[in-house]
Structures are given as structure tokens and as C-alpha cells.
């Protein structure tokens, strides 16, 4: 069967052998899913969804019922006050933008507490110099380190009491480093203590990578405000773009009127006929997600097999979708990425080279075979050319999609190291 692929006898072997010790960890991400299946389906019913909410607006987009409707679900489903949901935001970059914005007036502190938060937010912070940065309209940044991968609580609280700190950010997954991501157990450790000091502390999460991945959100553990991308779990691959921000609901009204503008915030907004596919998508993403969390528990096991550091290992509790391997080897990251390019069903004939990417300051190597354009929650796998050369792989839509892109990146790095 595997021969229309051109998969070796040797790589199947491997695999398979490595899928048998992986059943346990199967069987609890089933759980998850079917957890997570049986909220959203309850908010499905809860709210009414009916072939109306198909329907698509334009212009200004007032009384847009689908689009509406989309938002009483997400906010069911985050465990929110809350929630905005559009496709105005181009990635949850963007939406951590207008959160930002929001949020954060000249002179106030915005403290980064898992280190430096994600590339792509260098220039919005003002980390690298832009003149349209939070830094240019007199916003302070600070960023407290994590310490044996988890939060500096004695940093923290002499900063806090020290200083009149305004958000604080916290990103649960890893981006491109080589920590761990953080747990919401972690989380909420870390806010409990915030609020004990200073209860006015808007604590915003950085939730991209990590919805479904288990049964709660950082907003159950009282996050005021998360944020995340429509192109990663919740929009199941079928959402085509946008992004959400949940929490608060003073808050979600702020980020409402810094997205549109003043005075007319969520009531404006068209939806342009995507209702349907945002609603397919938070429908499927439970499942989609698990098939993510089942590909990189395979990939975790291979890899390790193989010899290479990996993280998390494969029976490791996770908290997101991302799986690093760390190749200490510039060759091997590119020539893995390649094979998980040449197992996509898109682009399966393009070949992966390291480029400099917008928002990066490392050239990086990305394969994304993918329906939507720059989607992680299908099959993809990225990073940039430095050492110690880690590939983060994430997403699959379904398991064996993600077992055969696998197959054929393994191939490539055995055939390396030939």
C-alpha cells in the first residue's frame, strides 16, 4: 500500500513498530476529544444554530446573526465572559496587536513573564525598533524569564509590588525556543499569586497551539483575557483566516472598538459568506485537534527512536500541538522539513529551501503543504536556521495524513545520514 508513496520496507517497519507503543497516549487524547466534542455541541444547540446563521454580510455588516452567533459559542466553549471572533484579523499576531492596542495606554507597563514573546511580535512591542511599535507611543516593556521551564514567582512578585505594571503576557507555547510550553496548572499558580499582589493586573494568554489540547482553557483558571488564531486549532482546517480574543467583557469591548473603531466596536464587521466555514471549523476542531496530538506522539516516538532529543516525549503530559526535534544539524532540520513538504497533499512538488521570512530575524525553513495558506493546524513543520537547529512540527487533520507525512520526512533524514 505505502509503495504509491515511495515509503521503504525499513521506514514502515519503524513506524509501525513505534504506533503499538503509542496506544495508551491514544486513548487519552480520545478522551480529550470527546470532552471537548460534547461542550461544543452543547453550545451548537444552546444558541440555535440553523441554516441561517450561513448567511453572509457586507458593507458595514450590522445585524450579522451567524456572525453573532459564532461569538456566544466561542465564548461558551473558552469558558469566557466574552468573545470576539472575526476574520479582520489576519493571524493571532494580529490579534495579540489589537489586544496590545487595547489594553495598554503612553506610560503603562506591559510585562512579558514567559521571556521573549514570539518573533512576529519584535516590531509590535518595539523589542526591534518600528516606528508604529507600543514602544513608540511611550508603552514600557519588561520581560521576566522562565527558570527550569517554569515561572521566576519570586521575580515576579518583588516586580509587581515594585512596579505599577499594567498587562501582563503570558504565551503558553514555545514559539522558537527551547523551552517547554507552560500547563494551565502553571497558569494558574502564576495568576493566583498575581492577583493576591495586585488584583487590577490585566493578565493576557497567548492560548495559540494550545485549545482542545485538553479539557480546560486559561480562561476557567482565571486568565482575563486569551487570544488565538483561527488558523490553528479552533478553526478545525476548515476556517480560512481570523482569529479570536476571549475574556473579559470590558475588555473584549475594548479590543472591539481598537479592531473597528470608537463608538461602533462589534457592531460592525461583515462576515462576507465565512460564517459557515468558522462554524465547521470549531464543530471539527476537537477531532482535528486530537489527530494533531496523535501525529506528534508518533513523530515524538520515531524521532526519539532514531536518537534525536525531542520534546515533549511521547508519553509527556502535553499542552500543545507542537512537537520540537532538535537535530544539531542544519542538513537534517531542512531535509526533514522537505520530506513533510513531499508528503502534503498541496505543493507536494515544491521544494523547501531557508528563506528570510517577514517578522523573523533568522532565515527559516517551513514546509506547509496546506489548503489555507500558512495554516498550522494541518500538517506542517518549521524553523529557523540556527543552532541548535529545532524542527517544530504541528497539525494534521487527520492521523493517517500526519503518519504518512512522517514516513516520508523519516525517510529523508535516514537516507541523510546514509
Request: aromatic share 8%.
Given at each position: 500500500m505505502?509503495n504509491?508513496l515511495g515509503i521503504?520496507?525499513?521506514t514502515?517497519?519503524?513506524v509501525?513498530k513505534?504506533?503499538?507503543?503509542c496506544?495508551?497516549?491514544?486513548?487519552?487524547?480520545?478522551e480529550?476529544?470527546e470532552?471537548?466534542s460534547?461542550?461544543?455541541?452543547?453550545?451548537?444547540?444552546?444558541?440555535?444554530?440553523t441554516?441561517?446563521?450561513?448567511?453572509?454580510?457586507?458593507?458595514y455588516?450590522?445585524?450579522d446573526?451567524?456572525?453573532?452567533?459564532i461569538?456566544l459559542?466561542?465564548?461558551?466553549?473558552?469558558?469566557a465572559?466574552?468573545?470576539?471572533?472575526?476574520?479582520q484579523f489576519i493571524?493571532?499576531?494580529?490579534?495579540?496587536t489589537?489586544?496590545?492596542?487595547?489594553?495598554?495606554?503612553?506610560?503603562?507597563?506591559?510585562?512579558?513573564?514567559?521571556?521573549?514573546?514570539?518573533?512576529?511580535?519584535?516590531e509590535?512591542?518595539?523589542?526591534k525598533?518600528?516606528k508604529?511599535?507600543?514602544k513608540?507611543?511611550g508603552?514600557?516593556y519588561a520581560q521576566i524569564?522562565l527558570v527550569?521551564?517554569?515561572?521566576?514567582?519570586?521575580?515576579?512578585?518583588?516586580?509587581?509590588?515594585?512596579?505599577?505594571v499594567?498587562?501582563?503576557?503570558?504565551?503558553?507555547?514555545?514559539?522558537y525556543?527551547?523551552?517547554?510550553?507552560?500547563s494551565?496548572e502553571?497558569?494558574?499558580?502564576v495568576?493566583?499569586?498575581?492577583k493576591?499582589?495586585?488584583?487590577e493586573?490585566i493578565i493576557?494568554v497567548?492560548?495559540?497551539y494550545?485549545?482542545?489540547?485538553t479539557?480546560k482553557e486559561?480562561?476557567?483558571y482565571?486568565?482575563?483575557?486569551?487570544?488565538g488564531s483561527?488558523?490553528?486549532?479552533?478553526g478545525?482546517?476548515i476556517?480560512?483566516?481570523g482569529?479570536?480574543?476571549?475574556?473579559?467583557?470590558?475588555?473584549?469591548?475594548?479590543?472591539?472598538?481598537?479592531l473597528?473603531?470608537?463608538?461602533e466596536?462589534r457592531?460592525?464587521?461583515?462576515?462576507?459568506?465565512i460564517?459557515?466555514?468558522?462554524?465547521q471549523?470549531?464543530y471539527m476542531a476537537p477531532?482535528v485537534v486530537?489527530a494533531?496530538?496523535k501525529?506528534?506522539?508518533l513523530?515524538?516516538k520515531v524521532?526519539?527512536?532514531l536518537?534525536?532529543e525531542?520534546e515533549?516525549?511521547y508519553?509527556?503530559k502535553?499542552v500543545d500541538?507542537?512537537?520540537?526535534i532538535?537535530f544539531?544539524?542544519?542538513?537534517?532540520?531542512?531535509e526533514?522539513?522537505?520530506?513533510i513538504?513531499?508528503?502534503?497533499?498541496i505543493?507536494?512538488?515544491?521544494?523547501?529551501?531557508?528563506?528570510?521570512?517577514?517578522?523573523?530575524s533568522?532565515k527559516v525553513?517551513m514546509?506547509?503543504?496546506s489548503?489555507?495558506q500558512?495554516?498550522?493546524?494541518?500538517?506542517s513543520?518549521d524553523g529557523p536556521?540556527?543552532?541548535?537547529?529545532?524542527a517544530y512540527?504541528?497539525?494534521?487533520l487527520?492521523?493517517?495524513y500526519g503518519?504518512?507525512g512522517?514516513?516520508?520526512a523519516?525517510?529523508?533524514?535516514?537516507k541523510?545520514g546514509d
Amino acid at each position: 500500500m505505502y509503495n504509491k508513496l515511495g515509503i521503504s520496507k525499513e521506514t514502515i517497519s519503524l513506524v509501525e513498530k513505534c504506533e503499538k507503543s503509542c496506544q495508551e497516549e491514544f486513548n487519552k487524547i480520545d478522551e480529550i476529544c470527546e470532552y471537548n466534542s460534547l461542550k461544543v455541541l452543547a453550545s451548537f444547540q444552546k444558541n440555535q444554530v440553523t441554516e441561517s446563521c450561513f448567511n453572509s454580510t457586507t458593507g458595514y455588516g450590522y445585524n450579522d446573526l451567524g456572525r453573532d452567533t459564532i461569538e456566544l459559542i466561542f465564548k461558551d466553549v473558552l469558558e469566557a465572559e466574552d468573545a470576539l471572533v472575526r476574520s479582520q484579523f489576519i493571524s493571532g499576531s494580529h490579534a495579540l496587536t489589537v489586544c496590545f492596542f487595547a489594553l495598554l495606554r503612553p506610560q503603562d507597563i506591559l510585562l512579558s513573564i514567559t521571556g521573549k514573546p514570539y518573533d512576529t511580535l519584535d516590531e509590535v512591542i518595539g523589542i526591534k525598533e518600528n516606528k508604529s511599535s507600543l514602544k513608540s507611543f511611550g508603552v514600557k516593556y519588561a520581560q521576566i524569564d522562565l527558570v527550569n521551564d517554569d515561572f521566576d514567582y519570586k521575580r515576579i512578585e518583588e516586580y509587581i509590588k515594585k512596579n505599577k505594571v499594567k498587562v501582563i503576557e503570558i504565551q503558553r507555547s514555545k514559539g522558537y525556543s527551547t523551552r517547554k510550553s507552560i500547563s494551565n496548572e502553571k497558569v494558574e499558580k502564576v495568576i493566583n499569586l498575581i492577583k493576591s499582589i495586585d488584583k487590577e493586573i490585566i493578565i493576557m494568554v497567548d492560548n495559540c497551539y494550545c485549545e482542545f489540547v485538553t479539557k480546560k482553557e486559561p480562561t476557567s483558571y482565571n486568565a482575563d483575557v486569551i487570544v488565538g488564531s483561527l488558523i490553528k486549532n479552533l478553526g478545525g482546517g476548515i476556517a480560512p483566516n481570523g482569529a479570536y480574543i476571549a475574556g473579559r467583557h470590558d475588555l473584549i469591548e475594548l479590543c472591539a472598538e481598537r479592531l473597528t473603531l470608537p463608538g461602533e466596536g462589534r457592531e460592525v464587521g461583515p462576515s462576507l459568506g465565512i460564517n459557515k466555514q468558522i462554524l465547521q471549523g470549531i464543530y471539527m476542531a476537537p477531532s482535528v485537534v486530537a489527530a494533531s496530538l496523535k501525529t506528534a506522539v508518533l513523530t515524538s516516538k520515531v524521532l526519539e527512536e532514531l536518537g534525536y532529543e525531542v520534546e515533549p516525549k511521547y508519553n509527556d503530559k502535553r499542552v500543545d500541538i507542537v512537537q520540537n526535534i532538535t537535530f544539531k544539524d542544519s542538513n537534517k532540520l531542512i531535509e526533514f522539513t522537505r520530506g513533510i513538504q513531499e508528503g502534503s497533499a498541496i505543493d507536494s512538488n515544491a521544494r523547501v529551501e531557508a528563506w528570510d521570512m517577514p517578522g523573523y530575524s533568522d532565515k527559516v525553513v517551513m514546509a506547509s503543504g496546506s489548503f489555507t495558506q500558512g495554516s498550522s493546524i494541518e500538517l506542517s513543520c518549521d524553523g529557523p536556521i540556527r543552532e541548535p537547529y529545532i524542527a517544530y512540527m504541528q497539525g494534521s487533520l487527520t492521523y493517517p495524513y500526519g503518519k504518512l507525512g512522517l514516513m516520508k520526512a523519516v525517510q529523508k533524514i535516514m537516507k541523510e545520514g546514509d
